[in-house]
């Protein structure tokens, strides 16, 4: 991760303006201030990416972000739809800069770092804007390794590593970053994970929990029971298989089976120093 700051650091330098690509689904979260302080003075537009997952509440995070003087609008980058409305965002991002770079009567191309922490869909994002399979993607942290640039009409995209805070203190914003996939799922502890998030999903999502698995509330586990009843996971013994029902929550919870969610608050955004 530092050597991809790093990086970061030298690239921006030629580097006109800034895309921070965050989930839509706990846009606090996936924010990593880091990224933020690095950006200086450059124009920074706020993706919410997987807008397609979300729901209103990410609509009411890019409203609050506008309120305060933020770029920021929200998108689905496997929609072809998407385009256009992230394109219009760029623009009016850098249209100052166009117009300088016009008057001098230079035709170099508009340059953006699109960064983000892993997972929240930053090559997805470079593809929808390049009408092609130009970077690297896939559904799990840590699949850009080194940067990427790609041209794109009138831009530069530069698509760069995930980067993850310096530190998680916040352990509800941490947990919300392990069931989204943007940390790597073979240093997780699967066990305390599903709890976490069956606890939060059914504080804010008891429905989609009750049409998914027919759960009628209960404790995290005996929630875990039932998932596992419902779905056949048990083993000799009549012993529940407490593991393949973790990864088929958290598993159905990534794809968007359990409907459309927003887990973070707009009181999130007092930490996270947006």
């Known amino acids: 991760m530092a050597k991809a700051v790093r990086m970061m650091e030298e690239n921006l330098k030629v ?12 846009p606090v979260a996936t924010f990593n201030p880091v990224l933020l302080k690095m950006a200086g003075g450059k124009p920074v537009l706020y993706l919410l990416n997987k807008g397609d997952l979300a729901d209103g509440g990410a609509d009411g995070f890019c409203a609050l972000l506008r309120e305060r003087g933020k770029n920021a609008v929200k ?50 994002v470079i593809n929808l804007l390049s009408g092609g399979r130009k970077a690297q993607t896939g559904d799990k942290a840590g699949v850009t390794r080194a940067k990427q640039w790609v041209k794109c009409g009138g831009f530069e995209l530069l698509d760069t590593p995930g ?22 799922d073979d240093i997780l502890e699967f066990d305390e994970i599903a709890l976490a998030l069956l606890e939060e999903l059914w504080e804010k ?8 698995y027919g759960i009628a ?15 056949g ?32 608050s707009p009181e999130d955004l007092k930490e996270a120093g947006v």
């Open 15 to 26: 580097c006109d303006a800034i895309v921070f690509v965050l989930d839509a689904r706990a």
């Open 75 to 124: 998108i689905a980058a496997n929609s072809a739809s998407s385009a256009r409305v992230l394109r219009g965002a760029m623009d009016s991002l850098v249209k100052a800069k166009a117009e300088r770079l016009k008057e001098k009567g230079s035709a170099r191309p508009l340059r953006f770092l699109v960064a983000g922490i892993p997972n929240t869909g930053k090559s997805t």
């Open 163 to 184: 980067t993850m805070p310096p530190s998680c203190e916040n352990q509800i914003l941490a947990r919300r970053l392990a069931y989204l996939g943007c940390v790597n």
């Open 205 to 212: 999502y008891p429905a989609a929990l009750t049409e998914r």
């Open 217 to 231: 509330g209960g404790t995290p586990l005996e929630m875990l029971d039932k998932i596992c009843l419902r779905r």
């Open 233 to 264: 996971f048990v083993l000799r013994g009549n012993e529940f298989d407490y593991e393949r029902g973790e990864r088929a929550l958290i598993d159905d919870f990534r794809k968007g089976k359990l409907g459309k969610v927003c887990l973070d």
